[in-house]
């Protein structure tokens, strides 16, 4: 009996690809197209079109893009999700972080790859999400379970909403006398404003406050 229809044989992870770089896209697919048991049913490069292809072929897993041209992969997760309600999404990213592991499993994703990893790597989490498990570097899984769990504190809990504008500014390499201009504050307050996210953050410059928020997962 052939395997198209002997009723015991294993159906293949049905799988949607989320990303926008060709060149990484291809190579993604090509590895993933050829494992045994996985069949790669539609391919886009943005997050209107993995809804559309969630839609259209109720895959069992996404491989989603975490930065897509139309927006933040995992900000999406919970629209796919709603578009194929059966799919289990993982997240590639090319930084991963506690608290952007902690945003996946808050927007309901099953998992979180690095780029970096190998393709084999990347293969076995396709397979173990869509078994119905959960992936996330070990390294990752102690502060997730910490902040889900609301043990740990985190460089950003104790920061005003004031202060996260300012945070936000200095990634984007703004002047104090800039800062006080688009804040609409004196410029004596906007540099208390950084001084004060330069101490809660531990920092002892701007480009240093900068590179620990973007560690934290603060400016994500």
Request: aromatic residues 2%.
């Amino acid at each position: 009996m052939s395997p198209l229809t002997d009723p015991l044989a294993v159906a293949p992870i049905r799988l949607v690809l989320v990303e926008d770089h060709d060149m990484v896209a291809e190579a993604i697919g090509m590895a993933l197209g050829h494992a045994p048991g996985i069949e790669v049913v539609a391919r886009s490069g943005s997050i209107a079109g993995a809804v559309t292809d969630a839609r259209r072929w109720r895959p069992d897993v996404v491989v989603l893009d975490r930065r897509l041209p139309d927006g933040d992969g995992i900000s999406a997760i919970g629209t796919i999700s709603a578009a194929a309600p059966e799919a289990r999404v993982l997240v590639l990213t090319g930084e991963a972080s506690a608290s952007v592991a902690v945003r996946v499993v808050e927007a309901g994703g099953a998992g979180l790859v690095e780029k970096s990893s190998g393709l084999q790597e990347l293969e076995s989490a396709v397979r173990e999400v869509a078994a119905g498990g959960v992936v996330f570097a070990p390294g990752l899984l102690p502060g997730v379970l910490d902040r889900l769990t609301g043990r740990a504190w985190t460089a950003g809990a104790a920061l005003t909403g004031r202060e996260r504008e300012t945070l936000l500014l200095l990634a984007e390499g703004v002047s104090t006398d800039q800062i006080s201009e688009r804040l609409g504050v004196a410029r004596n307050t906007a540099r208390n404003h950084v001084q004060r996210v330069l101490e809660k953050l531990g920092a002892r410059s701007k480009l240093e406050a900068v590179a620990i928020a973007r560690r934290e997962g603060l400016l994500d």
